[in-house]
């Protein structure tokens, strides 16, 4: 395996370990209060101001782009980003959160049947075999099987199925900036209109006018660090080194890191369908680590 691919699955790993550690966080300030829409432009904003700190002071050079991207950066930045961001947030405070995250892990396939009858791209079996293993791993994990889904709430289910699409929509769409800019621009373009859009959608003084407790404004915060700031950070850098179907398929790897999660610090016990969907998830990133690049 060439170096670069090496690590750009290293760097989707990791992502896809803080979004796991994230997603807790953010149904804990939903049954606080929160909503989606606060969250998102609370992480979103926050998370420009530090990268504007940082990029400002110490890499002005990295903030140089072309007048006619601008469009790109809006359309990755609004329908991308800002999108995903919101209908993740809003399926999870409809529905249990493995299951949000099962169904948006259906983005691989979404990005698969985008890549073979848009782009002409050949698909080949070993990518096959491994979204199917990946979407039967996700749901043995969340536990899917045990879920009345008549009963469920179907504005969540439908957030969450509008969510993967986004999120293969701007991992494919993603993958075009990055092929000419770095991808701490990408990420700060990326970033810079996803806050502009949700200041404007939803002001700032809504949320800083909830008299919230310390300990949600540390959620808050904890959220735009570790569930955006640095995740996306790192998913934009995996993006530049990985093509969006194996990145899509070792994001993957998120249910499992909620489940592990669940079980060290809440005493939720694995069952065996649990442990074998683990098993499942695992296999399909390796077999897409063993598959070429094409």
């Known amino acids: 395996m060439k170096s670069d691919t090496r690590q750009g699955f290293l760097l989707i790993i990791t992502a896809t370990l803080l979004w796991a550690l994230a997603a807790p966080i953010a149904k804990y300030l939903f049954n606080a209060g929160i909503t989606p829409a606060d969250l998102v432009q609370a992480r979103v904003t926050y998370t420009f101001f530090i990268l504007a700190f940082f990029f400002i002071g110490f890499k002005r050079d990295l903030l140089q782009i072309h007048k006619k991207d601008i469009g790109y950066f809006i359309r990755l930045g609004i329908g991308g980003f800002a999108l995903v961001q919101y209908t993740y947030f809003y399926a999870i405070s409809q529905i249990d959160v493995g299951i949000a995250i099962a169904l948006q892990y259906t983005a691989p396939s979404m990005i698969v049947i985008y890549s073979a009858f848009f782009l002409g791209k050949k698909i080949n079996r070993n990518t096959i075999i491994a979204i199917l293993l990946a979407l039967a791993g996700c749901y043995l994990v969340v536990g899917a099987y045990q ?74 915060m904890a959220i735009a660090i570790i569930g955006t700031l640095i995740p996306f950070g790192l998913f934009f850098m995996a993006l530049k080194k990985l ?5 899509s398929v070792t994001s993957t790897l998120e249910p499992i890191f909620a489940t592990i999660t669940a079980f060290f610090f809440l005493g939720e016990a694995l069952s065996n369908w649990q442990i074998i969907g683990g098993l499942l998830i695992v296999a399909s990133v390796i077999l897409m680590t063993m598959t070429k690049e094409k």
């Open 243 to 247: 093509d969006p179907i194996r990145l």
């Open 147 to 220: 879920v009345n889904w008549i009963d469920l709430n179907w504005n969540g289910i439908l957030g969450a199925l509008f969510s993967a699409m986004v999120f293969a929509f701007y991992t494919l769409y993603g993958k075009k900036g990055l092929q000419k800019y770095p991808a701490s621009t990408v990420f700060f373009y990326v970033v810079l209109f996803a806050a502009l859009f949700w200041n404007i959608i939803n002001p700032p003084f809504n949320l800083v006018g909830k008299g919230l407790s310390w300990s949600v404004w540390v959620g808050i």
